[in-house]
């Protein structure tokens, strides 16, 4: 048997296919092929920099599907199914819109992969794929009868992925923010991997580099510690995405920066508290002073901080949105990200505004011909939908110009730490700089 492993791309700019320069290895699809039985033959195709070869043979289709990429998905789906291959559906997004999904596969997968994928590729085998598995979620990478799973790195070879290797120690958020389809999909809880299992995963593949694409590796702040424990002999460096909370935990800091962390990609969404409370992000919200107290934190400990900022609350302006720009340059985050607000599908951000009429697209931004990326997919209260769009493309254009990326590397503290970081910073903050311009207006799917 022969499966083929799909990571869709986004879409199309005007006039070419939308290469991504800073594609990361797609770590479901490595789950995928260490869950699959030895006999079957695994391919995995990124869509993000490569043409999929439709008519190559194989047995089953399996992709995974995020908001962003469903449009994308069902094209690619329907490429194979036009051929009389199978395909089956799964990730985030499926799981958010089952109904949705099923229209465009031959079955689908919500929830993990972990305990029902064997049972899954057993039917296919045999010719009896059932038209939709629903799987529990929880800890990564344990399989149906409970053994552990390690990712087949071999299927990223000669595809130029960053040189970092992603990794999950957690799964989940003990938070609730309205926005977030993490909350959606897992409740509010995070599901934890065994220490001994992440040193064993970081010893069998050769890189010190280390993403955990963890969804809040400081949901559980124990846990972290302990994590950070098992890493600091191991000489690694690495990243990873955590609440602003951890910072009141200073004796964590202290072992997040021994362990060999570099820094963490932050929501710090807003700096106006009466959004943070409208948007329920309650990491944020306790003694909201401004940040000063956390951002100094975060210094002291050398973090080169990711900050994230959610744009589009009802108390927001187009003046907020620039002074949330002058905040980030005058902290002098190593990296920010302008995000609009966003209404996921089955999130309570979306349920609210659908009851309010003040969604746009048909109510489907993420399958409307005419929606294209980093445009606002709702009615903002105090601006329009085309200000929002323009106020956060500013912002990046801002934060991403020259000037302000050299102030940010003249950070001593922070940039020049070391040579590596120096370079690292570049390379990063040149790549990021090239795909915001890249990526805007994007045309979602290729049709
Ligand atoms: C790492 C990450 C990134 C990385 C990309 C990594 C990569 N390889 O390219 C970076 C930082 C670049 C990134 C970018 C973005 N991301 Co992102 N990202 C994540 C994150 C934190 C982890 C994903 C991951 O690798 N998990 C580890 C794997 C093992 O777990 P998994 O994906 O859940 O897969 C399991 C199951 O879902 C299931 N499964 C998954 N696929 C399939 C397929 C089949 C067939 C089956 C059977 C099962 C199955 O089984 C798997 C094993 O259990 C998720 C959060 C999350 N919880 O999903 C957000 C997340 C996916 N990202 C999100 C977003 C919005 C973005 C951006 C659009 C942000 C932006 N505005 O620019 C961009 C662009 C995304 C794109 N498609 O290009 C949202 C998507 C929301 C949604 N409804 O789709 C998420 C959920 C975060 C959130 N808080 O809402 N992201
Ligand atoms: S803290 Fe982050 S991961 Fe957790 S619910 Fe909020 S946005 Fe989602």
């Not at 149906?144 to 960053?162: A, M, N, T, W």
């Not at 977030?180 to 065994?194: D, E, I, K, P």
């Not at 901080?305 to 980030?328: K, M, N, P, R």
Request: one cysteine or more; proline letters at 4%; a neutral charge.
């Amino acid at each position: 048997m022969k499966l083929t492993l799909i990571k869709p791309t986004i879409g199309r700019q005007e006039h070419s296919l939308y290469i991504d320069e800073g594609r990361m290895e797609p770590l479901m699809l490595g789950v995928l092929a260490g869950l699959t039985p030895d006999d079957v033959d695994v391919v995995m195709h990124d869509d993000r920099m490569e043409n999929i070869p439709y008519d190559d043979p194989t047995d089953l289709v399996a992709i995974t599907v995020e908001t962003y990429t469903a449009r994308r998905a069902y094209e690619i789906a329907a490429e194979y199914r036009l051929r009389g291959v199978k395909v089956v559906l799964g990730g985030i997004h499926v799981s958010l819109l089952p109904e949705e999904a099923m229209q465009h596969a031959d079955s689908i997968f919500t929830g993990d992969a972990e305990t029902r994928w064997a049972e899954m590729i057993e039917d296919a085998r045999r010719h009896r794929l059932k038209p939709r598995y629903d799987s529990p979620v929880g800890i990564g990478q344990i399989n149906h009868c409970g053994h552990r799973v390690l990712p087949r790195r071999e299927i990223y070879q000669g595809k130029g992925y960053l040189p970092m290797s992603l990794m999950q120690f957690s799964r989940g958020c003990r938070f609730a923010c309205k926005f977030c389809a993490v909350t959606q999909y897992f409740g509010r809880r995070a599901y934890l991997r065994q220490i001994d299992e992440i040193v064993r995963e970081i010893e069998q593949q050769q890189r010190k580099f280390i993403f955990f694409v963890d969804d809040n590796i400081a949901s559980d702040q124990k846990a972290l510690t302990e994590l950070c424990h098992a890493l600091t002999p191991m000489k690694v460096n690495w990243i990873s995405q955590a609440s602003l909370d951890v910072t009141k935990n200073r004796p964590l800091m202290s072992l997040m920066q021994k362990s060999g962390c570099w820094g963490n990609v932050m929501g710090f969404e807003s700096i106006n508290p009466l959004s943070l409370k409208d948007a329920k992000k309650s990491p944020n919200i306790k003694d909201f002073a401004h940040y000063v107290e956390e951002i100094s934190v975060l210094r002291e400990h050398g973090m080169q901080t990711w900050a994230a900022f959610t744009l589009g609350y009802d108390h927001d302006t187009i003046e907020s949105i620039e002074q949330t720009v002058e905040f980030a340059l005058k902290n002098r985050f190593a990296f920010a990200a302008y995000n609009i607000l966003m209404p996921y599908p089955n999130t309570p951000l979306y349920t609210q505004l659908q009851q309010q009429g003040r969604l746009l697209y048909d109510q489907q931004w993420w399958l409307h011909p005419e929606y294209r990326f980093n445009q606002a997919a709702f009615t903002p209260k105090l601006m329009t939908a085309q200000q929002l769009t323009d106020a956060c493309h500013d912002a990046r254009s801002s934060f991403n110009s020259l000037p302000s990326i050299i102030r940010r590397f003249s950070d001593i503290r922070m940039t020049l730490q070391s040579l590596s970081r120096m370079a690292t910073f570049w390379r990063y903050t040149l790549l990021f700089r090239k795909e915001v311009h890249k990526k805007h207006q994007m045309k979602f799917g290729l049709k």
